[in-house]
């Protein structure tokens, strides 16, 4: 399936790359899309969160860095 959404894009393309699949990719969009969420985490993202949802972000930002 081909996708649209720029940050599943890029967290493919960084997985994929064996000098690059370690990083955590964390997607902080303004689009409320549900589909880019679903594309973004398929593609090998840690996380997806709406810009308005600011402390989540920062909560779950601060696990992820805990445990990698």
């Known amino acids: 399936k081909e996708t649209h959404c720029f940050a599943a894009l890029l967290a493919a393309k960084l997985k994929a790359d064996p000098r690059t699949a370690s990083i955590i990719v964390v997607v902080w969009s303004g689009s409320d899309a549900v589909d880019g969420e679903v594309e973004a985490l398929r593609a090998g993202a840690k996380a ?5 949802d600011v402390k989540s972000l920062m909560r779950r930002l601060m696990g992820l860095l805990k445990r990698d």
């Open 48 to 52: 997806y969160f709406d810009k308005a």
